[in-house]
């Protein structure tokens, strides 16, 4: 099976380098000290405390697992100030012709992706409808639930 290729600028590949060392380092050594206190209350059969503490070490290392494996796997984003088309790590102004309203997102890789902050991966269906677009091309998004234009207004 193939080897699944994360793709990352510079600093989402710092931040996840980071986020690996405390969930590593710091938090780890944080969970085992709540684990070592709550088996000092005793039974452990009925000891809310100590589960709890359990799950969030499982949590954890499921965490530290999947940032190794996307570390590994990391392709860092070259930064390019080419505006004349949209590409991984663009900030792109569209208008919604079915909506009636202009919304502003930045293509990043899957890891550094927060629909809320404006940031899309460059794998979800808006940013494949407007990559290698250019300013003023109306682009169709197919989502699984609609299928809809966008008009590249501004590429920065």
Do not use: W
């Not at 969930?23 to 452990?44: F, N, P, W």
């Not at 663009?90 to 309203?101: F, G, H, I, L, R």
């Not at 997102?105 to 990559?131: C, H, Q, R, W």
């Amino acid at each position: 099976m193939a080897e699944q290729q994360f793709f990352m600028s510079q600093k989402g590949y710092d931040e996840a380098v980071e986020r690996l060392k405390y969930l590593s380092t710091t938090k780890r050594d944080e969970i085992v000290a709540r684990i070592a206190e709550a088996r000092s209350h005793g039974d452990l059969s009925e000891n809310a405390e100590y589960d709890a503490a359990r799950n969030e070490q499982a949590a954890n290392e499921g965490e530290i697992v999947e940032l190794e494996y996307k570390i590994k796997h990391a392709t860092i984003i070259e930064e390019s100030s080419d505006n004349s088309f949209v590409h991984l790590g663009s900030k792109v102004t569209v208008y919604d012709m079915e909506m009636e309203e202009e919304e502003t997102y930045e293509i990043t890789g899957a890891t550094e992706a927060d629909p809320f902050a404006g940031k899309i991966a460059n794998d979800s269906p808006v940013a494949m409808a407007i990559l290698r677009h250019k300013a003023g091309d109306v682009v169709t998004v197919v989502s699984p639930e609609s299928t809809y234009q966008l008009k590249i207004v501004s590429i920065q």
